[in-house]
T-cell receptor
Framework: DQQVKQNSPSLSVQEGRISILNCDYT??????FLWYKKYPAEGPTFLISISSIKDKNEDGRFTVFLNKSAKHLSLHIVPSQPGDSAVYFCAASSEGGADGLTFGKGTHLIIQP | DARVTQTPRHKVTEMGQEVTMRCQPI?????VFWYRQTMMQGLELLAY????????DSGMPKDRFSAEMPDATLATLKIQPSEPRDSAVYFCASGLEIGVSSYGYTFGSGTRLTVV
């Protein structure tokens, strides 16, 4: 049973517009959430994270929102750039990240020129 | 830039053969994870170590997989005997014990294993 779900396998967005990637989770014990970005033939690269004590975290063009009551988080990228084209993984942990991560299956973001 | 080094990058082997994958974590990191990525299951946690001690290997098929950390600079994942269903990309990741830190783990580039 998937505890972390990314229901959109792919997403196409025009350059300069906002990209919104969504993630849902089922385990109430998760208290730490991360987004990773992955290019082909490379390992996932850490992008941004959020603790369950917050509902928003921002880093430059990237913002993660957490809605604990809905067990939902989203990643906003504004403005989207061609280099943002990659697979984005949502991940969650129940011990602040110290016990390993449970990953979603990823969303392939394609930025159209 | 500090990086996690995995070898080999690619491995093709015949069913029944032993496969060993190696990982050199970032110096100073005390936690090492092994993940496997397949099309069907996505990224799955296989095992992890903290300060070289195995903490959890519940994600690994016990009968054929083994993970060790002989010293702080080397982690190994061994499959014996290998089967076609083991074909996947195996990632190693390292980090400090995170607690409520805002930093994630650093992943290696992976070992793409094909068992024929």
């Amino acid at each position: 049973d998937q505890q972390v779900k990314q229901n959109s396998p792919s997403l196409s967005v025009q350059e300069g517009r906002i990209s919104i990637l969504n993630c849902d989770y089922t385990n109430s014990m998760f208290d730490y959430f991360l987004w990773y970005k992955k290019y082909p033939a490379e390992g996932p690269t850490f992008l941004i994270s959020i603790s369950s004590i917050k509902d928003k975290n921002e880093d430059g063009r990237f913002t993660v929102f957490l809605n604990k009551s809905a067990k939902h988080l989203s990643l906003h990228i504004v403005p989207s750039q061609p280099g943002d084209s990659a697979v984005y993984f949502c991940a969650a942990s129940s011990e602040g990240g110290a016990d390993g991560l449970t990953f979603g299956k990823g969303t392939h973001l394609i930025i159209q020129p | 830039d500090a990086r996690v080094t995995q070898t080999p990058r690619h491995k093709v082997t015949e069913m029944g053969q032993e496969v060993t994958m190696r990982c050199q974590p970032i110096l100073g990191h005390n936690t090492v994870f092994w993940y496997r990525q397949t099309m069907m299951q996505g990224l799955e946690l296989l095992a992890y170590f903290r300060n070289r001690a195995p903490l959890d290997d519940s994600g690994m098929p016990k009968d054929r997989f083994s993970a060790e950390m002989p010293d702080a600079t080397l982690a190994t994942l061994k499959i014996q005997p290998s089967e076609p269903r083991d074909s996947a990309v195996y990632f190693c990741a390292s980090g400090l014990e995170i607690g409520v830190s805002s930093y994630g783990y650093t992943f290696g580039s992976g070992t793409r294993l094909t068992v024929v």
